[in-house]
DNA sequence: GCAAATTAATGATTTATTCAAG
DNA sequence: CTTGAATAAATCATTAATTTGC
């Protein structure tokens, strides 16, 4: 019976800089695939093609908090360049590629990079559905409200090799954890 | 009735980027340095128990290998007193407390603290729904509401910027990160 | 009494919505 | 208005309950 310190937590109080980490490993598709060839990212580093901020040493956006992540144009650019080449839901360890490639030509996290091809999917999805279907199917407004089927494979025809035994490795895995202690 | 699922069947429909391509190969993605917590349970196969302690009131089993995570009676006591005692989206370092204390009553990591939460806080409004209760009394600090409500901080820290009051930089921060690589 | 087959819970992910910075 | 950030809703997927047949 005793513990007080839980109830503590109850009310969890003072936070300072909370951060919340989210890895996330590929549950089932995985396909393979990935490694590419050598996209050599690297020889595009750029000089940060931003505002020409007063500051003058390599001083990054992000002064302390509450800015946002502001995408360059190329960042962008690769996003929608591997948005098209069919990245949709990376998992932690594309992300963290993708991170560091980006991270070269502005400050960039991996949060950014998840929220990214979230938000994009997401808006691509809205405008398709707003600029299509005029009378395709009169859903009214519940697109994923519904409980009947939804979210049919586009494309379950891409069978073809590697079928045997499925890894089933990593499972998405989202942990906590502070980014920064609390200076700043 | 049979409710059978499909998941089986449902296999690599979703996104299977076929090439996803940036990948990189530059001179060392972020060089694995997480691991921070591997799992070091591993391929223990959980031998599917068959029923062992018919009888034995809440036992500390430590799920062992790559399952979910199966919370004891203890944690589960805790989580729900915590979360009547106010608790229902706690930050990271909220989290990274609570799952400090959880800890001794059995494995468990943040994330799981943080989905427990989501999944309690989203379930109970679900029952309130179906159950179509009066009482419309809870949420002591539900950002998202109605378009009424207006983001409000947890708690403010101080620092402010150029306002005044609270510059509520208490936004979790997601961040994404690879517990482990792949291993397994 | 056990254990496969079902069902009920619930942990973990994905998608939709909403808020708010710029 | 655009869109990064964050939450809520919906859904998938796995485990514990339970039911059922032996």
Redesign the pocket.
């Known amino acids: 019976m005793g513990n007080m310190k839980v109830h503590e937590l109850a009310r969890g109080f003072r936070e300072q800089e909370p951060s919340?980490s989210l890895c996330?490993?590929?549950?089932?598709?995985t396909s393979a695939a990935d490694t590419l060839s050598s996209f050599d990212l690297k020889a595009f580093i750029t000089p940060k093609t931003k505002h020409h901020n007063p500051h003058s040493h390599q001083v990054d956006m992000q002064p302390a908090g509450?800015?946002?992540?502001?995408?360059t144009q190329q960042q962008?650019r690769i996003l929608e360049m591997m948005y098209r080449g069919g990245t949709?839901?990376p998992?932690a360890q594309q992300i963290e590629q993708i991170t560091a490639q980006l991270s070269k030509y502005g400050k960039i996290?991996g949060?950014?990079?998840?929220?990214?091809f979230?938000?994009?999917?997401?808006?691509e999805?809205?405008k398709q559905?707003r600029n299509s279907a005029p009378m395709e199917r009169d859903d009214g407004?519940?697109?994923?409200?519904?409980?009947?089927?939804?979210?049919q494979p586009f494309l379950c025809m891409e069978e073809e090799s590697r079928s045997s035994s499925f890894k089933?490795e990593?499972?998405?895995?989202?942990e906590l954890f502070p980014l920064h202690p609390e200076s700043r």
Do not use: M
């Open positions: 919340l996330c490993k590929p549950l089932r598709p509450g800015t946002r992540w502001n995408p962008i949709r839901t998992n996290e949060k950014n990079v998840f929220y990214w979230q938000n994009h999917k997401a808006r999805r809205q559905k407004d519940s697109p994923y409200k519904r409980k009947c089927r939804r979210r089933e990593e499972t998405r895995t989202l």
